[in-house]
């Protein structure tokens, strides 16, 4: 049932009903709203008049009315008794048919079943309402020349054995079948109210069952019709809040009308700006004085969605997302969820770098996830609790279903216990209600399985409209049709451009379009749109005293023009709304900023040490901005990692160290090298590739699937031939360390590092060497900042300074050494040492330079200690791959460099 809405008062004269009320006749309307409407304007008219008792007035929908009848005719035994479906259950049983059908014929795919079943289901109610013979064999032919449409006889013949089967029918058959007792129910007198057009099958049964059907439409007004453009749909609903919101503190008696021609784009969008224009948006929320004829979807509530979160983890893997909602909900009982422990869980889930992530290994993480002394979450208790639930992991009918799901939300406190408010406590009711209608899938459904009830569940949850009830207001914010015969004294429709007043015409694919052409079905042709929005219009202009009509002149970049229905409208400019409010900018402007400059965090004392980790980074990160390093290794910050459907580049560099390092464990220098035939260093590089693969994390093996490690493999091992070829260039060495892990301090900052490799030349001079997989360049190692400071850093650990630095560039196709030293010891590492530094350091040889870098270097490691911690990238690259923009807020910071 909808929901129930209070609506303003006087939007209805019912004057002119009270002929047809006093004949007993039964008012039958187009909508809910209308039948509410005159029902209230009724009763409060029996008040005012002193009547403490009176006869409820027969006012009732049009499809209200006659599925009433329908049950009378089964109560009084002049129909058989059928299960009526409600609209959930006849698209589950639509989607069984198209599921059933796909598996039986592979001929036709279909990307999105379940907007299928929606468009058959629309096809057959519509070949009923519009009194279509399907059992005629000429017109089942032409269904036949079209492959949609033959696919869809097919359906509808299973769908019809289906309903059959089990006796049960639709809203429309219920229509058909009172066609077959005309003349045996009670005859009524109907009126029909503010009806721009009925179905033919409603029409055929109402004549059947009514001893008279007559018309009304209210009487027309002498309206003032103006039209407005924008620039943009901001502006356009920026002009009408303030419209609304002028209109009503100048007259709060005066009705007025909203009517939103993108409910479902615009609705949001507007309720902020009419928040704002009425200081709605504080503590004053509840008091907006706008009901708003739409809600949202339950299963975009914050109770609904987190419960449907909450569920979520019970199926076999869920979205790293949906974790992370289960965390922030506070509708849950989890103590520890906004704990520094469970960032670092959070933060582990996105270096995975897995957007899904197996409930099995999410139990593990979060019962091994540990800081400090602090290890495992409450989470974990939780997940292990539904893992031991075997019920959840057997079928059942939907019914049994809802006490599981119950017993789940249980398990983790839902909806919590801080209390509901108002609007929360209405959406913890119509969740309660959809679970009850959840139980009458029974009537449609066999036993499924929790993942396939979870996704039914969430699919009605979807399709249920959260309305919340609020007190009566004198703003309507409504859809094109649910304003049909309400008057106002001010309306204004939104959203008038060519393109979308008319719609352009959407027939059904499943019926053949000469016969929606031949019978007028809706949305069939481009004249059949035009003169239904026409008379929309006409219904909108006879209701109301004013009416504004807008459009944009441009929507997405693309330029719009007026409908063509507007051609009648007065053209009215009006001044476009700021952007900004006009309170924001006289606070803004009255205001004096004060500066503070805070770019020193406090000293780092001896207790700070022992948290601080990162080895080389903790220098390369103060050298590219030190506010990165107070962040990551003070505040221990990190920015989430992005989601992948591979390895990453980080990853992919880890996996080239491991095999570069199993590698060098086979071949210890250059005359192994020179020994290895074609065939030997294939085994070795296999050898390396797959010692590299098997140590990667067992989740991130399975995560990527076989196929893809066989792929990554070949890559990596072609590379490390590339690479071999390189290292057979090069003077005799010996690889003398690999992965060696020594420990440096400066300036009382001790650092953990670990050497890639470390290389002997025949004079017994050294040259040390790091691994990239990416362009490297020596020019990160010079200036008072070096941008890659951990070669230097490993070269000041050594005992025994090194003849040569040199990075390794592993790169497809451009596999070579980017180094300096005071030796050659291979092909791209320069001994030319003030050519390489040229302008950027002082030093004449490598001796010099070598003191150079241990000044820089204890520079930044005195600043780290010092508390260093201003904003201060080096480069616009040192931005780039950072993450901690919206903690520094250096784009902030430039512009207020750049206006001063």
Same mark, same amino acid.
């Given at each position: 049932?909808?929901?129930?809405?209070?609506?303003?008062?006087?939007?209805?004269?019912?004057?002119?009903?009270?002929?047809?009320? $006093?004949?007993?006749?039964?008012?039958?309307?187009?909508?809910?709203?209308?039948?509410?409407?005159?029902?209230?304007?009724?009763?409060?008219?029996?008040?005012?008049?002193?009547?403490?008792?009176? !006869?409820?007035?027969?006012?009732?929908?049009?499809?209200?009315?006659?599925?009433?009848?329908?049950?009378?005719?089964?109560?009084?035994?002049?129909?058989?008794?059928?299960?009526?479906?409600?609209?959930?259950?006849?698209?589950?049983?639509?989607?069984?048919?198209?599921?059933?059908?796909?598996?039986?014929?592979?001929?036709?795919?279909?990307?999105?079943?379940?907007?299928?079943?929606?468009?058959?289901?629309?096809?057959?109610?519509?070949?009923?309402?519009?009194?279509?013979?399907?059992?005629?064999?000429?017109?089942?032919?032409?269904?036949?020349?079209?492959?949609?449409?033959?696919?869809?006889?097919?359906?509808?013949?299973?769908?019809?054995?289906?309903?059959?089967?089990?006796?049960?029918?639709?809203?429309?058959?219920?229509?058909?079948?009172?066609?077959?007792?005309?003349?045996?129910?009670?005859?009524?007198?109907?009126?029909?109210?503010?009806?721009?057009?009925?179905?033919?099958?409603?029409?055929?049964?109402?004549?059947?069952?009514?001893?008279?059907?007559?018309?009304?439409?209210?009487?027309?007004?002498?309206?003032?019709?103006?039209?407005?453009?924008?620039?943009?749909?901001?502006?356009?609903?920026?002009?009408? /809040?303030?419209?609304?919101?002028?209109?009503?503190?100048?007259?709060?008696?005066?009705?007025?009308?909203?009517?939103?021609?993108?409910?479902?784009?615009?609705?949001?969008?507007?309720?902020?700006?009419?928040?704002?224009?009425? %200081?709605?948006?504080? $503590?004053?929320?509840?008091?907006?004085?706008?009901?708003?004829?739409?809600?949202?979807?339950?299963?975009?509530?914050?109770?609904?969605?987190?419960?449907?979160?909450?569920?979520?983890?019970?199926?076999?893997?869920?979205?790293?997302?949906?974790?992370? %909602?289960?965390?922030?909900?506070?509708?849950?009982?989890?103590?520890?969820?906004?704990?520094?422990?469970?960032?670092?869980?959070?933060?582990?889930?996105?270096?995975?770098?897995?957007?899904?992530?197996?409930?099995?290994?999410?139990?593990?993480?979060?019962?091994?996830?540990?800081?400090?002394?602090?290890?495992?979450?409450?989470?974990?208790?939780?997940?292990?609790?539904?893992?031991?639930?075997?019920?959840?992991?057997?079928?059942?009918?939907?019914?049994?279903?809802? /006490?599981?799901?119950?017993?789940?939300?249980?398990?983790?406190?839902?909806?919590?216990?801080?209390?509901?408010? #108002?609007?929360?406590?209405?959406?913890?009711?119509?969740?309660?209600?959809?679970?009850?209608?959840?139980?009458?899938?029974?009537?449609?459904?066999?036993?499924?399985?929790?993942?396939?009830?979870?996704?039914?569940?969430?699919?009605?949850?979807?399709?249920?409209?959260?309305?919340?009830?609020?007190?009566?207001?004198?703003?309507?914010?409504?859809?094109?049709?649910?304003?049909?015969?309400? /008057?106002?004294?001010?309306?204004?429709?939104?959203?008038?451009?060519?393109?979308?007043?008319?719609?352009?015409?959407?027939?059904?694919?499943?019926?053949?379009?000469?016969?929606?052409?031949?019978?007028?079905?809706?949305?069939?042709?481009?004249?059949?749109?035009?003169?239904?929005?026409?008379? &929309?219009?006409?219904?909108?202009?006879?209701?109301?005293?004013?009416?504004?009509?807008?459009?944009?002149?441009?929507?997405?970049?693309?330029?719009?023009?007026? $409908?063509?229905?507007?051609?009648?409208?007065?053209?009215?400019?009006?001044?476009?709304?700021?952007?900004?409010?006009?309170?924001?900018?006289?606070?803004?402007?009255?205001?004096?900023? !004060?500066?503070?400059?805070?770019?020193?965090?406090?000293?780092?004392?001896? !207790?700070?040490?022992?948290?601080?980790?990162?080895?080389? #980074?903790?220098?390369?990160?103060?050298?590219?901005?030190?506010?990165?390093?107070?962040?990551?290794?003070?505040?221990?910050?990190?920015?989430?990692?992005?989601?992948?459907?591979?390895?990453?580049?980080?990853?992919?560099?880890?996996?080239?160290?491991?095999?570069?390092?199993?590698?060098?464990?086979?071949?210890?220098?250059?005359?192994?090298?020179?020994?290895?035939?074609?065939?030997?260093?294939?085994?070795?590089?296999?050898?390396?590739?797959?010692?590299?693969?098997?140590?990667?994390?067992?989740?991130?093996?399975?995560? &990527?699937?076989?196929?893809?490690?066989?792929?990554?493999?070949?890559?990596?091992?072609?590379?490390?031939?590339?690479?071999?070829?390189?290292?057979?260039?090069?003077?005799?060495?010996?690889?003398?360390?690999?992965?060696?892990?020594?420990?440096?301090?400066?300036?009382?900052?001790?650092?953990?590092?670990?050497?890639?490799?470390?290389?002997?030349?025949?004079?017994?001079?050294?040259?040390?060497?790091?691994?990239?997989?990416?362009?490297?360049?020596?020019?990160?190692?010079?200036?008072?900042?070096?941008?890659?400071?951990?070669?230097?850093?490993?070269?000041?650990?050594?005992?025994?300074?090194?003849?040569?630095?040199?990075?390794?560039?592993?790169?497809?196709?451009?596999?070579?050494?980017?180094?300096?030293?005071?030796? %050659?010891?291979?092909?791209?590492?320069?001994?030319?040492?003030?050519?390489?530094?040229?302008?950027?350091?002082?030093?004449?040889?490598?001796? #010099?330079?070598?003191?150079?870098?241990?000044?820089? &270097?204890?520079?930044?490691?005195?600043?780290?200690?010092?508390?260093?911690?201003?904003?201060?990238?080096?480069?616009?690259?040192?931005?780039?791959?950072?993450?901690?923009?919206?903690?520094?807020?250096?784009?902030?910071?430039?512009?207020?460099? !750049?206006?001063?």
């Amino acid at each position: 049932m909808p929901q129930e809405i209070n609506l303003a008062r006087g939007l209805y004269d019912i004057n002119p009903l009270e002929a047809f009320i $006093s004949e007993g006749c039964v008012l039958l309307t187009p909508n809910y709203r209308l039948a509410r409407r005159i029902k209230a304007e009724w009763d409060d008219r029996r008040i005012v008049a002193g009547d403490r008792v009176w !006869e409820p007035i027969q006012v009732q929908p049009l499809e209200s009315w006659l599925l009433g009848q329908w049950e009378l005719a089964v109560n009084l035994n002049f129909l058989q008794p059928m299960m009526p479906l409600e609209p959930n259950q006849i698209l589950e049983l639509w989607q069984q048919i198209i599921r059933e059908h796909a598996e039986e014929c592979s001929d036709y795919q279909l990307l999105r079943p379940d907007v299928a079943a929606q468009i058959a289901n629309h096809a057959r109610d519509i070949l009923l309402r519009w009194q279509v013979g399907m059992n005629d064999w000429s017109l089942r032919q032409s269904f036949q020349l079209d492959q949609d449409c033959a696919t869809f006889l097919r359906w509808l013949t299973l769908f019809e054995r289906r309903l059959s089967a089990h006796r049960q029918c639709t809203p429309a058959d219920c229509l058909v079948q009172l066609l077959s007792i005309e003349g045996q129910l009670p005859s009524a007198r109907v009126v029909l109210l503010e009806f721009e057009e009925i179905a033919p099958l409603e029409y055929s049964v109402l004549s059947s069952l009514s001893a008279s059907v007559r018309r009304f439409s209210s009487a027309s007004r002498r309206s003032e019709c103006l039209a407005h453009s924008f620039s943009d749909k901001r502006a356009e609903l920026g002009a009408v /809040a303030t419209w609304a919101a002028n209109l009503h503190r100048a007259n709060p008696k005066a009705t007025i009308s909203i009517v939103l021609g993108d409910m479902g784009g615009d609705r949001i969008p507007l309720e902020y700006l009419l928040r704002r224009e009425f %200081d709605c948006l504080g $503590s004053k929320y509840t008091s907006l004085p706008v009901n708003f004829s739409t809600g949202i979807a339950l299963g975009q509530a914050p109770l609904a969605r987190d419960a449907l979160a909450t569920l979520a983890l019970g199926l076999k893997q869920t979205a790293v997302a949906t974790v992370v %909602d289960v965390l922030r909900s506070r509708f849950l009982v989890l103590p520890d969820a906004q704990s520094a422990l469970a960032q670092c869980f959070v933060t582990s889930l996105y270096k995975e770098g897995s957007e899904r992530v197996l409930i099995a290994d999410l139990r593990y993480a979060a019962a091994n996830v540990h800081l400090g002394d602090e290890k495992g979450l409450i989470l974990a208790r939780y997940l292990r609790a539904l893992f031991e639930m075997r019920e959840l992991r057997s079928a059942a009918i939907p019914s049994q279903w809802v /006490a599981h799901f119950n017993e789940v939300l249980t398990l983790f406190g839902w909806p919590g216990n801080q209390g509901l408010d #108002s609007l929360e406590y209405q959406q913890l009711e119509l969740w309660q209600r959809t679970l009850e209608e959840f139980k009458a899938f029974d009537a449609v459904c066999e036993t499924m399985y929790y993942g396939e009830a979870l996704k039914l569940l969430r699919d009605c949850c979807n399709r249920q409209i959260s309305q919340p009830q609020t007190e009566d207001s004198p703003i309507q914010v409504l859809g094109p049709l649910e304003s049909a015969g309400l /008057a106002f004294d001010h309306l204004w429709l939104t959203g008038m451009q060519a393109a979308s007043w008319p719609a352009a015409p959407r027939p059904n694919p499943f019926i053949p379009m000469f016969l929606q052409t031949q019978l007028g079905m809706p949305h069939a042709t481009p004249e059949r749109e035009w003169a239904f929005n026409e008379a &929309l219009l006409e219904g909108y202009v006879r209701a109301c005293q004013t009416v504004h009509a807008s459009y944009c002149r441009q929507i997405d970049g693309v330029p719009e023009m007026a $409908s063509a229905l507007l051609s009648n409208f007065a053209v009215e400019p009006i001044v476009e709304p700021s952007f900004v409010s006009e309170n924001w900018v006289s606070a803004h402007s009255a205001g004096i900023l !004060e500066t503070y400059r805070d770019q020193e965090a406090p000293f780092v004392g001896l !207790e700070a040490h022992a948290a601080i980790k990162g080895g080389s #980074s903790v220098l390369e990160d103060q050298s590219q901005c030190p506010f990165r390093a107070f962040a990551r290794h003070r505040l221990q910050v990190e920015s989430l990692g992005a989601f992948t459907t591979a390895l990453s580049a980080s990853q992919r560099g880890s996996l080239l160290h491991d095999a570069l390092y199993a590698l060098w464990e086979q071949i210890d220098g250059y005359e192994a090298l020179q020994m290895l035939d074609l065939a030997s260093e294939k085994q070795v590089i296999v050898r390396a590739v797959q010692s590299a693969v098997d140590a990667a994390p067992k989740t991130q093996r399975r995560r &990527l699937g076989q196929a893809y490690w066989q792929l990554e493999s070949q890559r990596l091992a072609s590379l490390l031939h590339e690479w071999l070829e390189v290292e057979r260039q090069r003077s005799p060495f010996a690889v003398v360390q690999r992965e060696q892990g020594i420990t440096l301090e400066l300036a009382q900052l001790k650092m953990h590092l670990r050497v890639d490799r470390v290389d002997q030349l025949p004079d017994g001079s050294r040259v040390i060497i790091d691994y990239k997989s990416g362009k490297c360049k020596t020019q990160d190692w010079l200036g008072d900042r070096p941008a890659k400071p951990q070669l230097l850093l490993y070269t000041l650990a050594e005992p025994v300074r090194a003849a040569a630095l040199a990075f390794a560039q592993v790169c497809p196709r451009d596999c070579r050494y980017v180094g300096l030293g005071e030796v %050659d010891a291979a092909n791209g590492i320069s001994t030319d040492v003030p050519r390489a530094v040229k302008a950027q350091m002082d030093a004449q040889d490598w001796t #010099s330079l070598n003191a150079r870098w241990r000044e820089n &270097l204890v520079g930044l490691a005195k600043a780290f200690i010092a508390g260093a911690a201003q904003v201060d990238p080096l480069n616009s690259s040192s931005c780039t791959w950072c993450g901690l923009q919206s903690l520094c807020r250096v784009d902030a910071q430039q512009k207020v460099v !750049e206006s001063n």
